[in-house]
């Protein structure tokens, strides 16, 4: 598999690292704290064009793949901000959704709008009594007229007052145990913090993101029939279509902010003297950042292969699954050791290791747990019997 780094990445890498550095601590401490959406930071990213990085030209995007969207991410996330919550929700949920599904009509106005930083998306998919159980969504929609009529709720879901549209996920035909992937649908809700069926309930979640997390109650929400995503009843497939992105593009951010709990820890330790010397000098703070070093090193490998075969079209539901294991796995470790060698300045939100464990602990459960993970490993890879 060739996914050889080119010049051409090393200028994409270039330029968001120059985007990322004008956004330092301080700022997203204030987003995170004000649960304000970051705006300008959203605005350079869609002046350059990263927002539609895997978006057609014909849409306004740079019509490149999964990898270079990889890089960005994962610069992104090195360089201490938020930058994989905002491609995860809007370029992957939402751009790659419709570039492969969409009808042309909703490819003019949404793939043109993320392109271009109009359009932000949210995903409604969770809900309480389902939870990683997809196929046990109660969220229903029906038929009247030329509109559908949803009732039901969410759990969880993430920037709905942030969002232009939210891909929401509902059942539209009775589970039928002999066809149980047929029957749930995928609806593109225009304004949905503003819709009239919609109520939203804020949670109260311990962790650091700008986003703010919903309860969302939805009753007798209208939703016109040209706003279905893809094929009535055919949304499981879609979804599972774009699974494998949503992996990849996590295992990007989880990689970024691995690498930059390894970046911070070596500063400090280079800096920090204790009994007369650096206390990186010392091998029991250097060794464990060298190792959670070579364990990003090896994850990333595996990212990339598995955004390449995407971008070639070949399977990679294994790398890609793999790659979203080891990364969030390893980003966790290196954030823990990160706070060790920062000793009780770990623990202040100066110095922003402790937001980082937070942050990383958070890619072993979201968006899919690695016990899932596992399954898929389990029994699509290795050819165990479905445990579950
Ligand atoms: C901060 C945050 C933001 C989120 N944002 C969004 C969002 O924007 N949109 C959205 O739709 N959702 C969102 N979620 C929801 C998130 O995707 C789910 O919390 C996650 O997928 C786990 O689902 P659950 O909480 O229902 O866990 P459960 O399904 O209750 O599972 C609990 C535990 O049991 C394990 N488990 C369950 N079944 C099995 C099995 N068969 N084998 C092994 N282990 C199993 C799971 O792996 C997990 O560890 C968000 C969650 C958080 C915390």
Same mark, same amino acid.
Request: hydrophobic share 35%.
């Given at each position: ?10 200028? $994409? ?46 849409? &306004? ?33 939402? &751009? ?40 046990? $969504? ?37 589970? /039928? ?70 992996? $990849? ?31 990186? &000098? ?28 995407? /971008? ?26 990160? $706070? ?49």
């Amino acid at each position: 598999m060739d996914y050889t780094e080119t010049q051409e990445h090393g200028m $994409i890498r270039e330029s968001i690292r120059q985007i990322a550095s004008d956004y330092d601590r301080q700022y997203w401490r204030e987003k995170v704290d004000e649960k304000e959406f970051p705006e300008e930071y959203w605005q350079d990213l869609a002046r350059d064009g990263w927002l539609g990085v895997t978006i057609p030209e014909e849409y &306004g995007g740079h019509d490149m793949g999964m990898l270079e969207m990889s890089m960005i991410i994962e610069e992104l996330s090195r360089g201490g901000g938020q930058g994989g919550i905002v491609f995860v929700l809007t370029p992957v949920f939402g &751009g790659i959704g419709i570039q492969r599904h969409g009808n042309e009509a909703q490819k003019e106005k949404y793939l043109t709008g993320i392109a271009s930083g109009e359009i932000r998306f949210c995903m409604g998919l969770t809900e309480a009594n389902a939870g990683v159980n997809t196929l046990n $969504i109660e969220t229903s929609a029906e038929k009247d007229g030329d509109e559908w009529v949803v009732d039901g709720q969410k759990m969880w879901i993430s920037g709905v007052e942030n969002a232009d549209t939210m891909l929401l996920v509902a059942r539209t035909s009775e589970f /039928d145990p002999e066809n149980p992937t047929h029957g749930v649908s995928l609806f593109l809700v225009d304004d949905p913090a503003a819709q009239e069926g919609i109520t939203l309930s804020t949670l109260d979640v311990a962790v650091p993101w700008f986003e703010k997390q919903y309860q969302v109650d939805i009753d007798g929400l209208r939703v016109p029939e040209e706003k279905v995503l893809g094929a009535e009843d055919g949304g499981l497939y879609l979804l599972w279509d774009t699974l494998n992105t949503e992996r $990849i593009a996590g295992a990007a951010s989880s990689l970024g902010g691995g690498l930059r709990a390894v970046d911070l820890a070596v500063d400090y330790a280079n800096d920090r003297e204790v009994f007369g010397q650096a206390i990186g &000098g010392h091998q029991g703070i250097q060794h464990p950042l060298s190792d959670s070093y070579a364990k990003l090193m090896c994850a990333r490998e595996m990212t990339y292969k598995a955004a390449s075969l995407w /971008d070639q079209n070949e399977e990679c539901g294994a790398e890609a699954n793999i790659a979203k294991l080891r990364t969030s796995e390893a980003a966790t470790e290196a954030a823990h050791r990160a $706070i060790q060698a920062h000793g009780g300045n770990g623990f202040t939100r100066e110095y922003e290791v402790y937001d980082i464990w937070q942050n990383m602990r958070l890619t072993e459960t979201v968006p899919v747990p690695n016990e899932m993970v596992k399954n898929y490993i389990g029994e699509h890879v290795l050819g165990m019997p479905k445990s579950y």
